[in-house]
């Protein structure tokens, strides 16, 4: 089966750090949304007089939030088309709790459920202040905008979404990622990854 692997949670979790390390593993094409929408919303932005690192403006929720995840599962959804696994990074959260959005992804794919195996990794922290440690060595432009607005941004790092997607309970795992990222610990999310559950 091919797998479909959803490495969610707030900024700051190590979700794409976590992916990365199960990508050595099993290859996957991967799908990292700020990646696949970052320069257009920020080009985007700028060209409307707005900071080039804020996505928690109206605007950006009206205008370019959505773009960024549709243009990202359409390109999930030729990667499975061509026999790919596939990896995405983000949030998600709108799209967890919408239950018809993961069948149209396989669906468009030319795919049945019983020919991909979907997972779902909820990447936690135990608390905010390691988030923003990490958030301010991953040193990225992006990230300006929430450590300048750190009271406005701070999420709940323990934060799980609402999942109601058509998929078993023993493909969801909350993976705490305090700490180190041991071999250990990679090991228990590879695992996770590789199992079947049909």
């Keep these: 089966m091919q797998k479909l692997v959803f490495f969610v949670g707030v900024a700051g979790t190590g979700k794409t750090t976590v992916a990365r390390k199960?990508?050595?593993r099993i290859p996957a094409a991967?799908?990292?949304?700020?990646?696949?929408?970052?320069r257009f919303v920020e080009k985007i932005l700028e060209m409307n007089g707005l900071d080039v690192n804020d996505r928690d403006s109206d605007f950006y929720k009206k205008?370019?939030?959505?773009?960024?995840y549709d243009t990202t599962k359409d390109i999930c959804i030729e990667n499975l088309a061509a026999g790919q696994n596939v990896f995405m990074i983000s949030p998600f959260t709108a799209e967890l709790k919408n239950k018809?959005?993961?069948?149209?992804?396989?669906?468009?794919?030319?795919?049945?459920k019983n020919e991909v195996d979907v997972k779902v990794i909820v990447v936690t922290l135990s608390d905010m202040e390691?988030?923003?440690?990490?958030?301010?060595?991953?040193?990225?432009?992006?990230d300006t905008w929430k450590l300048e607005h750190w009271d406005d941004f701070k999420q709940r790092v323990q934060f799980v979404p609402e999942v109601n997607w058509d998929i078993p309970?023993?493909?969801?795992?909350?993976?705490?990622?305090?700490?180190?990222?041991?071999?250990?610990k990679v090991e228990s999310v590879y695992e996770f990854v590789k199992a079947?559950?049909?």
């Design 22 to 24: 199960i990508a050595d």
């Design 30 to 38: 991967f799908l990292d949304r700020d990646t696949v929408g970052g």
């Design 63 to 68: 205008h370019l939030r959505d773009l960024e």
């Design 100 to 112: 018809q959005w993961i069948e149209d992804v396989i669906s468009a794919a030319g795919l049945t």
């Design 130 to 142: 390691t988030q923003k440690q990490r958030i301010i060595d991953r040193q990225t432009e992006r």
């Design 169 to 184: 309970k023993s493909s969801i795992l909350v993976f705490d990622n305090s700490g180190d990222l041991t071999k250990d």
């Design 196 to 198: 079947s559950n049909r």
